[in-house]
């Protein structure tokens, strides 16, 4: 039997094993563990904040600030 089997056993057997009243709070840690991580979800955020970065590197370079100045 593989390692992630041999865990699925022992996770399966551990909740046999929990008094009914322990069953919800196990199982809303197991949604919340089931969730994406935060982690992943940022990378877009990430990879945004590096371009605005950039932006504003490159407006201090040339020493205008578009959102101060008037249209």
């Known amino acids: ?11 399966i057997a551990l909740l046999h094993q929990l008094p009914p009243d322990r069953l919800v709070a196990v199982v809303q840690l ?5 969730q994406p ?16 970065g950039q932006q504003l590197k490159c407006t201090q370079e040339l020493g205008t600030d578009p959102i101060s100045e008037e249209t």
Do not use: Y
């Open 37 to 52: 991580s935060q982690a992943e979800g940022n990378a877009e955020e990430t990879a945004l904040l590096q371009v605005i």
């Open 30 to 34: 197991l949604e919340f563990l089931a």
């Open 1 to 11: 039997m593989s390692l992630s089997a041999d865990l699925h056993q022992k996770a």
